[in-house]
């Protein structure tokens, strides 16, 4: 007996805890530390990393996506270099999903990461990634990574692969309401970002 059923085949994708490469990538891109302007509050210290550091590639990801089919999910692994702008730890371009209901988790693989989720109410959250723990994004939350630590910040996410993202939610709100910086004391801390006005969204 035959059938005309064509199913999405099922993958196994052995990930490189260090590295966090990721077999069977469907994508993979990079992120170049000048392709971050306008993401931290020091500006000047970025133009100053920016003069040595701008062609250096800070920010990786593998992502297997089979399909955007209804309940199908995209995983993949974020791959984050340590650093600082000013006192300012590195951080994604962080999003909300354009299916703003759609939920996200991320596993801490390597490093010392943190999550810092913003509700539309302007709450704030954030929450440590290292190893083993699992972060739960519920929906409707902006989020965006940060490496506080001093190694490479890899971690695992998955999402529904029809999520999307909306990036300028951040930058019309002049960013998001709190930064993640050095506390001074080998940790980080969080302080408010005075640009922050989330009328314009
Ligand atoms: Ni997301």
């Given at each position: 007996m035959t059938s005309t059923t064509s199913y999405i085949a099922p993958a196994a994708l052995r990930i490189d805890?260090?590295?966090?490469f990721m077999e069977h990538a469907t994508r993979h891109y990079e992120k170049r530390f000048?392709?971050?302007?306008?993401?931290?509050?020091?500006d000047g210290a970025f133009r100053r990393l920016a003069a040595d550091l701008g062609e250096v590639v800070v920010y990786e990801v593998w992502e297997h996506k089979a399909?955007?089919?209804?309940?199908d999910l995209i995983v993949g692994t974020s791959v984050m270099k340590p650093g600082k702008v000013g006192d300012e730890y590195f951080i994604t371009r962080g999003h909300i999903h354009a299916r703003a209901d759609r939920a996200e988790t991320y596993y801490g693989q390597a490093g010392r990461g943190v999550m810092l989720m913003e509700s539309p109410a302007g709450e704030v959250r954030a929450l440590e990634m290292t190893p083993g723990v699992m972060v739960y994004v519920p929906p409707h939350w902006i989020h965006r990574s940060v490496n506080v630590g001093s190694d490479t910040l890899v971690t695992v996410f998955c999402y529904d692969s029809a999520a999307g993202q909306d990036y300028g939610i951040i930058e019309r709100a002049g960013g998001m309401r709190s930064r993640v910086v050095d506390d001074g004391r080998g940790g980080w801390k969080l302080v408010d970002n005075p640009a922050w006005s989330p009328a314009g969204r």
């Amino acid at each position: 007996m035959t059938s005309t059923t064509s199913y999405i085949a099922p993958a196994a994708l052995r990930i490189d805890p260090a590295s966090g490469f990721m077999e069977h990538a469907t994508r993979h891109y990079e992120k170049r530390f000048r392709d971050l302007t306008g993401l931290y509050a020091d500006d000047g210290a970025f133009r100053r990393l920016a003069a040595d550091l701008g062609e250096v590639v800070v920010y990786e990801v593998w992502e297997h996506k089979a399909s955007e089919a209804p309940g199908d999910l995209i995983v993949g692994t974020s791959v984050m270099k340590p650093g600082k702008v000013g006192d300012e730890y590195f951080i994604t371009r962080g999003h909300i999903h354009a299916r703003a209901d759609r939920a996200e988790t991320y596993y801490g693989q390597a490093g010392r990461g943190v999550m810092l989720m913003e509700s539309p109410a302007g709450e704030v959250r954030a929450l440590e990634m290292t190893p083993g723990v699992m972060v739960y994004v519920p929906p409707h939350w902006i989020h965006r990574s940060v490496n506080v630590g001093s190694d490479t910040l890899v971690t695992v996410f998955c999402y529904d692969s029809a999520a999307g993202q909306d990036y300028g939610i951040i930058e019309r709100a002049g960013g998001m309401r709190s930064r993640v910086v050095d506390d001074g004391r080998g940790g980080w801390k969080l302080v408010d970002n005075p640009a922050w006005s989330p009328a314009g969204r």
